[in-house]
Nanobody
Framework: QVQLVESGGGLVQAGGSLRLSCAASGLTFYAGNTYIMGWFRQAPGKEREFVAAIRWSDRNTGYADSVKGRFIISRDNAKVRVYLEMNSLKPEDTAVYLC??????????????????????WGQGTQVTVSS
């Protein structure tokens, strides 16, 4: 079975940094297929929004405008694990951060899937709280 487990959330002051991790198990890689791993976040009373994504095969990335220049998404060189480095955190970054996976084909033109319904697998999320 596929399982995504986030970790690394917590309480941090505005301007601080935090690194989230998403450990994936059960994702099967075949010839010609890859995965796009994404980070989403959801604050109380707000819709779930796209944060960042990375294609496993070539490390192409995409970011929401709200986090561009502050957050960095990356993947482990060996393990099926994706990271989200969050810098210069703001109170408006407070949310539950969720990891998601979308199966994709290798060698296609890169794009960052922005809609949550494009992703087939989800973790439970980890809470990030930024205090002012």
């Amino acid at each position: 079975q596929v399982q995504l487990v986030e970790s690394g959330g917590g309480l941090v002051q505005a301007g601080g940094s935090l690194r989230l991790s998403c450990a994936a198990s059960g994702l099967t890689f075949y010839a010609g297929n890859t995965y796009i791993m994404g980070w989403f976040r959801q604050a109380p009373g707000k819709e779930r929004e796209f944060v960042a994504a990375i294609r496993w095969s070539d490390r192409n990335t995409g970011y929401a405008d709200s986090v561009k220049g502050r957050f960095i998404i990356s993947r482990d060189n060996a393990k099926v694990r994706v990271y989200l480095e969050m810098n210069s955190l703001k109170p408006e970054d407070t949310a539950v951060y969720l990891c998601a996976a979308k199966i994709a084909s290798s060698g296609r033109r890169w794009y960052a899937p922005l809609r949550e319904d494009e992703y087939g697998y989800w973790g439970q999320g980890t809470q990030v709280t930024v205090s002012s």
